[in-house]
């Protein structure tokens, strides 16, 4: 396996993600050693910046977010400049040139990334304009990434989908969910498939649930103006805990290709009981954020935040009680929550096991057994924990809960890549599994879609219902008391 020889375009450069996660990462990279000298990267953005100028912010940027950098200069020697106004089809002309030089200066093959970290609007315009101007003809690859949001319901991202398929063919786009980048998100499949004592109890005759929960610390900053047409809905949950649950749920992949990975994964996306608008209220719960105390600072509530609607109707908070109709998971609920502005920054998977099928133990104080259950720490914690019970130490019959822990970034935590480092290196070698399938995308859509149709035609009376700082609105205990079950609050 050689090193990628890549040119990666990167629309919108002078914007944040390019600059708080893009440069860092791929600068990771050439730290590394992954990528020797044959890449370069061009920046394109609306802005009119001299070369220097561009290359001190890369700069900067390394600085920022990486502790001891070894490598600036050479590294920022290879990034380039094209101010551009998307729609002007002479600017592409201008890029094609540029690209064209620098394949022969890098030896980049014709390889291009044309990665697009800007507002969605753009991404068919500049898609067309990329083919139609020839700088997707080359003698190497031409590979699209593109940022979420992927449209803001099914119709709109089919539109999407379809405008940069005139341009792009499906194995040519690379759609980042960046969860996916994570690395414990990535270890669900391993440890699944990878221990003879899981997967036989992976399923509804020994599992009786699973929870999911995804929550913020922080509240919608300046992002207003898009998550007031988001909401933690389409933010968080018709992408990264879909994927989770596709990953939790999946059935083993015949072989670990990007094919057969993403076919069972969309076997289960397929496989999700689809939601009825009359039943929305049943299976989901919104919330949204007034103000309260956070390491005890007094925050303010989601409508007095900078350019949301001061009646807002946004939900920054989402439960909710999926199931999947296949055989391995008929009857198991999957349990989600995600929401900003909530008691801790954690993303955490809960597998609870059922209950023996009879107790022959009391724990010291007479109280039943606490089911066994399997922990996935996602962030900012990685590593599994297993809750066992076991004797109380002494002349009893009584048990104790014992945990056993396995901490992933607690070895070589500092080492572990980054999720968008790990993402554009795949992208480079061409290994698309850890981005989302057309497929993926729109059967997420359609299971979101009458949730949020109801949620928006009908104003939530109670809004603002969680105090920030706390865990949710009370619904979202609800919804699992009604089955008999509780979010377990877990290390
Ligand atoms: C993004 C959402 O996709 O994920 C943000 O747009 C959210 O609103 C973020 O804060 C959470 O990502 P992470 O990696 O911090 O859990």
Redesign the pocket.
């Known amino acids: 396996y050689t090193t990628p020889k890549t040119i990666v375009v990167i629309f919108g450069a002078t914007g944040d993600l390019a600059n708080r996660k893009l440069f860092p990462s791929i600068y990771n990279l050439y730290e590394k050693g992954e990528l020797k000298d044959e890449f370069a990267v061009v920046g394109v953005a609306r802005r009119p910046l001299t070369l220097d100028v561009f290359r001190q912010n890369v700069k900067d940027s390394i600085e920022e977010n990486i502790p001891v950098p070894q490598k600036v200069d050479e590294f920022s020697s290879h990034f380039y400049y094209h101010s551009s106004n998307v729609n002007d089809r002479t600017s592409y002309k201008e890029l094609k040139d540029l690209l064209d030089e620098l394949d022969s200066k890098y030896q980049t093959e014709g390889n291009r990334i044309f990665y697009l970290a800007m507002a969605p609007e753009f991404f068919g315009t500049i898609a067309e304009n990329l083919k139609g101007e020839g700088l997707t003809s080359t003698s190497g690859y031409s590979r699209l990434v593109i940022e979420?949001p992927f449209g803001h319901n099914l119709p709109s991202a089919q539109q999407l989908n379809e405008q940069i398929r005139q341009a792009f063919s499906e194995d040519q786009i690379y759609r980042i969910d960046?969860y996916l980048g994570k690395e414990m998100v990535q270890n669900i499949e391993v440890i699944r498939f990878a221990n003879a004592i899981f997967e036989p109890l992976w399923n509804n005759r020994y599992i009786s649930n699973i929870q999911i929960t995804?929550s913020?610390v922080l509240g919608v900053e300046d992002r207003g103006g898009y998550y007031e047409n988001s909401g933690a809905l389409r933010?968080?949950v018709q992408n990264?805990i879909l994927q989770m649950v596709a990953l939790l749920a999946m059935e083993p992949p015949i072989k670990l290709t990007t094919e057969e990975i993403r076919s069972e994964k969309i076997k289960v996306l397929r496989a999700l009981r689809p939601i009825d608008e009359s039943e929305v209220h049943d299976y989901f719960v919104r919330g949204q954020y007034g103000d309260g105390q956070i390491n005890n600072k007094q925050v303010p509530s989601y409508r007095k935040e900078q350019n949301v609607d001061p009646k807002s109707n946004t939900e920054t908070f989402v439960a909710g009680k999926l199931l999947i109709d296949n055989f391995r998971w008929a009857g198991v609920p999957f349990y989600i929550r995600t929401g900003k502005r909530m008691k801790a920054k954690s993303?955490k998977i809960i597998v609870q096991f059922k209950d023996i099928p009879m107790n022959l133990y009391m724990k010291k104080d007479n109280q039943l057994q606490n089911p066994n259950l399997l922990v996935i720490h996602i962030?900012p914690d990685e590593g599994i924990t297993l809750h066992l019970n076991a004797k109380r130490v002494g002349q009893n019959t009584q048990t104790t809960p014992v945990h056993l822990d396995y901490c992933n970034n607690c070895i070589d935590g500092i080492n572990t890549p980054a999720a968008y480092e790990k993402l554009i290196y795949d992208c480079m070698k061409g290994d698309a599994t850890n981005f989302t399938h057309w497929d993926e995308v729109a059967l997420s859509w359609s299971f979101v879609d009458p949730i949020s149709h109801v949620w928006e035609s009908q104003a939530a009376t109670n809004f603002p219902n969680y105090s920030a700082g706390s865990m949710g609105p009370a619904d979202s205990e609800k919804l699992l008391e009604n089955d008999g079950f509780q979010w377990w609050s877990v290390s």
Do not use: V
Request: glycine letters at 0%; proline letters at 0%.
């Open positions: 979420k960046h995804s913020e933010d968080m990264h993303t962030q």
